[in-house]
């Protein structure tokens, strides 16, 4: 069983910038591909982006490159998410996702979840 716990999140405004950390209780945290997915009110659950067990793959939705990075630090038990120039647009719960997987870019492929954390960007 892994448990995933995001914090980070918060109010911004539009330009502004959060990192989002997920913490993970389990002991083979380099044995998961992580990724963050984010889900909008009224709007599916969308993929933001993902990282291989190394960290040396990364993936992310096409809205959110060249804003947004993930990393992973396998030693602290711990994935991020730094976003910059954020948009109204990204206003959305984002969540922390682990996954048996090469590449984590679909929910289906998703083993386990975070709660969940709310960050919003106003104009």
């Given at each position: 069983?892994?448990?995933?716990?995001?914090?980070?999140?918060g109010l911004v405004q539009a330009g502004g910038s959060l990192r989002l950390s997920c913490a993970?209780?389990?002991?083979?945290?380099?044995?998961?591909?992580?990724?963050?997915?984010?889900?909008?009110?009224?709007?599916?659950?969308?993929?933001?982006?993902?990282?291989?067990?190394?960290?040396?793959?990364?993936?992310?939705?096409?809205?959110?490159?060249?804003?947004?990075?993930?990393?992973?630090?396998?030693?602290?038990?711990?994935?991020?998410?730094?976003?910059?120039?954020?948009?109204?647009?990204?206003?959305?719960?984002?969540?922390?996702?682990?996954?048996?997987?090469?590449?984590?870019?679909?929910?289906?492929?998703?083993?386990?979840?975070?709660?969940?954390?709310?960050?919003?960007?106003?104009?």
């Amino acid at each position: 069983q892994v448990q995933l716990v995001e914090s980070g999140g918060g109010l911004v405004q539009a330009g502004g910038s959060l990192r989002l950390s997920c913490a993970a209780s389990v002991r083979t945290f380099s044995r998961y591909t992580m990724g963050w997915f984010r889900q909008a009110p009224g709007k599916e659950r969308e993929f933001v982006a993902g990282i291989s067990r190394s960290g040396g793959s990364k993936d992310y939705a096409d809205s959110v490159k060249g804003r947004f990075a993930i990393s992973r630090d396998n030693a602290k038990n711990t994935v991020y998410l730094q976003m910059n120039s954020l948009k109204p647009e990204d206003t959305a719960s984002y969540y922390c996702a682990a996954g048996i997987v090469l590449k984590l870019v679909l929910s289906t492929e998703v083993s386990y979840w975070g709660q969940g954390t709310q960050v919003t960007v106003s104009p």
